[in-house]
């Protein structure tokens, strides 16, 4: 089945924040962010501002109603800044005007006088002085201190992951639009409308009931409005909650980018111990999170990257240690993969580092050492694994062999242009790590024409999950998909939501479906019972037919739907579903969080122009673990996006601030993503048809985000490309590989005696 959103798409008829039709009256906010990165605010010039033609009123931390505090986790962040500013672009006033020109136009006449403090943009540096947003946590497995007695071999080293823009093309937007006896209704593109409205909620200081959170869709989300959209509703709603005036700000692209979050940097020191076998013996590392201003989901995330520690691979003995640091830069936040492309860039790293040091090829440190069924994580869960079933297939499938002759023959002929070839295998945890979130509702209406509309708490950001809750629907009540309809997603119709994140919204919502439906037909069945004389284990619903010991009878859907309604019987259902079996225990650091692994395996391979340091991305060959997809053209589409937002994360997209903490990459010309000529000239995906997921919805596993670490590959592909030009070349591990550091990785510059040693990128600028 085709996305239900593909027509209007393409024709430009979805309906975003932006396009929905002004109320008569709106206004329109901007915001001012701080000029600076940390300091004291000394004065607030706002008078140029407010007398600026259309300005209706300036909005700052005095005139919130409720509690200025918009943290989530930890209450760290408030909406907008009081005395100290603590991240460039932090909000510290509200412009609403007339008009969005007249707004931003107000915004630019503002002037504050700010104290300098010192910034911090370096986690390492947070860290040593004792800036953390939590205490530290480790998982530990074994016995590491005693393991690395036993080790034949201990590589030591150290990675370094950059940050990354969402660059969702929708920016944030919210509109609030007021409702009688001081309701709101407030329109967002957010991916948790719960916790948009328990924002808005706090900062103006009214029940939760008193506003409604409604999302028609999001132009993508990734994680970027898992948290941070909370802030732009807080912002509309109190104004208009002050004013009684429908306020709308939809963020311009610099604004978004200057003043929002993005992917953790993290910079990480491991160690490594390999038996003569090449059997992992233990794995330590020490992984310093840049989290930013205000703790935001870090600690969340912090999470995920231990769980991920050892990738798709088991290592008996484990010491993994991680420490979310407190910078001076927007709050970081949820991207695709929550910490775990983090923690995998890691373990990949140090088996190559491996590799190099024992002059063996990384695929064969790396299949060595691909967990097993029965496998324990250092968390404690237990593995069922499809990782050597995905590695042996791409092995087979795509000719491994052959593929890496082909390398290699092309590189003894090509003097200046160098093929490289990497694998990556992946395993990603499904659910929610904090247990308590793993819930879901969905709210069924059958009409008593025999069409179905469907509520549920998960919010369509482009990755198909509408499509796949209307395929739940169809197929539970077995009916034609077009009798059914999607409902926005309304914090009215579904109470509670957790956000749509961690790759589980189809899981959660879509198990909620199917326990609507199931109860809405078992209550058919029985009225179909009764109109047949007949039990109800006779009856089957089938194809929108009543059949009666399997035999079609004279009532169909339309009439049974008819008849129940006749019958006085109900036609609608709220459905409560939360995952069985999770659980984790923090105290211990031990338990089985998550419901199932997502595995997979690629083969990655790139052609270098050692010349100019420029590549192509030649193809992406992968075996994925969809279980049994229940959509495969909508599968196919996240896993082909997820591997081109990896491969930009890894290659391209660098993000750079200054050491003053200001965005030097805050436009489209300065932070470049994928683009048509960057992404791979192949992508070959193959399912690998797996059968043990219950707890995937009809056993169609879960596919948002570990799609996005096969473009991990790509950067050590590259950097065997690297090699095989100057196989002395001192690359390290310090993602993005862009071409200029693949250019100075080729012809390693010596290093002059007056600047920082380690100082050859631009790129340095930015301290990760
Ligand atoms: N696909 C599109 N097109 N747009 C998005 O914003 N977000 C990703 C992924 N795929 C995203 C996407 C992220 S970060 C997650 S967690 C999942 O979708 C969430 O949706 P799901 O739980 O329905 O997979
Ligand atoms: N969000 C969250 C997530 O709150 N908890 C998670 O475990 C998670 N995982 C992936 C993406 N978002
Ligand atoms: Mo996705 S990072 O869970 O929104």
Same mark, same amino acid.
């Given at each position: 089945m085709k996305n239900i959103d593909s027509g209007n798409h393409t024709t430009g008829r979805s309906i975003y924040v932006d396009d929905i039709p002004l109320v008569a009256g709106t206004l329109f906010g901007a915001a001012f962010g701080s000029p600076v990165a940390h300091g004291h605010i000394e004065h607030l010039h706002l008078a140029d501002a407010a007398a600026h033609p259309g300005v209706v009123r300036i909005f700052t931390y005095q005139d919130i109603t409720g509690e200025n505090q918009i943290g989530g986790i930890i209450p760290d962040e408030p909406l907008l800044a009081e005395h100290v500013v603590d991240f460039c672009g932090m909000p510290i006033a509200f412009v609403v005007a007339t008009s969005e020109a007249a707004a931003h136009a107000a915004v630019r006449k503002i002037k504050v006088d700010i104290t300098p403090l010192p910034v911090i943009t370096d986690p390492r540096e947070a860290h040593a002085q004792g800036e953390l947003i939590v205490p530290p946590r480790t998982f530990r497995l074994g016995d590491p201190d005693a393991a690395w007695s036993q080790c034949a071999h201990i590589i030591e080293g150290r990675a370094d992951s950059n940050g990354q823009e969402h660059l969702y093309i929708e920016t944030q937007a919210a509109y609030a639009i007021p409702e009688e006896n001081e309701g709101l209704k407030i329109y967002s593109s957010t991916q948790s409308p719960t916790a948009s409205q328990r924002a808005a909620s706090r900062v103006l200081g009214v029940p939760m009931h008193q506003l409604e959170v409604d999302v028609i869709r999001l132009g993508g989300g990734f994680g970027g409005k898992e948290d941070q959209a909370n802030a732009w509703v807080a912002l509309v709603a109190l104004a208009a909650h002050i004013l009684r005036k429908p306020v709308k700000y939809v963020l311009h692209r610099m604004e978004d980018m200057a003043m929002t979050g993005k992917r953790h940097p993290y910079s990480t020191d491991f160690r490594l111990g390999l038996d003569k076998d090449l059997k992992f013996v233990a794995f330590e590392a020490d992984y310093y999170q840049n989290a930013g201003a205000a703790a935001d989901l870090s600690p969340a995330i912090m999470e995920r990257t231990l769980f991920h520690a050892t990738s798709t691979y088991f290592v008996p003995n484990v010491r993994a240690t991680a420490y979310s640091c407190r910078t001076h830069l927007p709050p970081n936040t949820a991207f695709r993969g929550f910490g775990g492309p983090q923690a995998k860039f890691v373990m990949e790293s140090a088996i190559n580092q491996a590799a190099e040091q024992l002059g063996v090829e990384a695929e064969v440190i790396q299949k060595k050492n691909l967990n097993k069924t029965g496998d324990e994580f250092p968390y &404690?869960?237990?593995?069922?694994?499809?990782?050597?079933?995905?590695?042996?297939?791409?092995?087979?499938?795509?000719?491994?062999?052959?593929?890496? /002759?082909?390398?290699?023959?092309?590189?003894?002929?090509?003097?200046?242009?160098?093929?490289?070839?990497?694998?990556?295998?992946?395993?990603?945890?499904?659910?929610?790590?904090?247990?308590?979130?793993?819930?879901?509702?969905?709210?069924?209406?059958?009409?008593?024409? &025999?069409?179905? /509309?469907?509520?549920?708490?998960?919010?369509?950001?482009?990755?198909?999950?509408?499509?796949?809750?209307?395929?739940?629907?169809?197929?539970?009540? +077995?009916?034609?998909?077009?009798?059914?309809r999607l409902q926005t997603t309304s914090t009215n119709r579904i109470a509670n939501t957790s956000p749509t994140a961690a790759s589980a919204a189809a899981d959660l919502n879509g198990k909620a479906v199917q326990l609507a439906c199931e109860a809405i037909a078992g209550r058919l069945r029985e009225v179909a019972a009764l109109e047949l004389n007949?039990?109800?284990?006779?009856?089957?619903?089938?194809?929108?037919?009543?059949?009666?010991?399997?035999?079609?009878?004279?009532?169909?859907?339309?009439?049974?739907?008819?008849?129940?309604?006749?019958?006085?019987?109900?036609?609608?259902?709220?459905?409560?579903?939360?995952?069985?079996?999770?659980?984790?225990?923090?105290?211990?650091?031990?338990?089985?969080?998550?419901?199932?692994?997502?595995?997979?395996?690629?083969?990655?391979?790139?052609?270098?122009?050692?010349?100019?340091?420029?590549?192509?991305?030649?193809?992406?060959?992968?075996?994925?673990?969809?279980?049994?997809?229940?959509?495969?053209?909508?599968?196919?589409?996240?896993?082909? &996006?997820?591997?081109?937002?990896?491969?930009?994360?890894?290659?391209?997209?660098?993000?750079?601030?200054? /050491?003053?903490?200001?965005?030097?990459?805050?436009?489209?010309?300065?932070? /470049?993503?994928?683009?048509?000529?960057?992404?791979?000239?192949?992508?070959?995906?193959?399912? *690998?048809?797996?059968?043990?997921?219950?707890?995937?919805?009809?056993? +169609?596993?879960?596919?948002?985000?570990?799609?996005?670490?096969?473009?991990?590959?790509?950067?050590?592909? *590259?950097?065997?490309?690297?090699?095989?030009?100057?196989?002395?070349?001192?690359?390290?591990?310090?993602?993005?590989?862009?071409?200029?550091?693949?250019?100075?990785? *080729?012809?390693?510059?010596?290093?002059?005696?007056?600047?920082?040693?380690?100082?050859?990128?631009?790129?340095?600028?930015?301290?990760?």
């Open positions: &404690g869960q237990k593995a069922v694994s499809e990782a050597r079933a995905c590695w042996t297939r791409a092995e087979e499938l795509y000719n491994l062999e052959t593929l890496k /002759k082909e390398v290699a023959s092309f590189n003894a002929q090509s003097p200046m242009v160098k093929k490289g070839l990497a694998l990556m295998p992946i395993c990603f945890g499904i659910s929610f790590t904090n247990t308590s979130m793993n819930q879901a509702r969905a709210l069924v209406h059958v009409y008593y024409d &025999g069409s179905v /509309k469907v509520s549920t708490g998960a919010v369509e950001m482009g990755q198909g999950v509408n499509t796949k809750m209307l395929q739940v629907a169809a197929r539970v009540l +077995s009916i034609s998909p077009d009798k059914v007949a039990t109800v284990d006779a009856i089957e619903l089938k194809n929108e037919q009543v059949l009666l010991h399997g035999k079609p009878t004279e009532l169909d859907w339309k009439k049974l739907v008819t008849a129940t309604f006749l019958r006085r019987v109900s036609l609608s259902e709220h459905a409560h579903y939360a995952t069985p079996d999770v659980h984790f225990d923090k105290r211990t650091e031990k338990g089985h969080p998550f419901a199932y692994h997502v595995y997979g395996t690629s083969i990655n391979t790139v052609t270098v122009d050692c010349l100019r340091g420029t590549y192509t991305v030649d193809a992406v060959r992968a075996v994925h673990d969809y279980g049994q997809s229940m959509n495969p053209a909508v599968d196919r589409g996240q896993i082909e &996006g997820g591997i081109v937002q990896g491969i930009g994360w890894m290659t391209m997209e660098e993000l750079l601030y200054d /050491k003053t903490g200001r965005l030097r990459s805050n436009t489209l010309s300065t932070y /470049k993503v994928p683009d048509l000529y960057s992404v791979p000239a192949e992508i070959a995906i193959e399912p *690998l048809q797996t059968d043990t997921d219950n707890l995937a919805i009809f056993r +169609s596993k879960a596919v948002g985000e570990p799609p996005l670490m096969y473009g991990i590959g790509t950067y050590f592909a *590259l950097r065997n490309a690297i090699k095989a030009f100057n196989p002395t070349s001192p690359v390290g591990f310090d993602a993005p590989m862009t071409p200029e550091k693949v250019l100075l990785a *080729l012809y390693p510059q010596p290093t002059p005696a007056v600047t920082e040693p380690h100082e050859p990128s631009l790129s340095r600028l930015a301290t990760h």
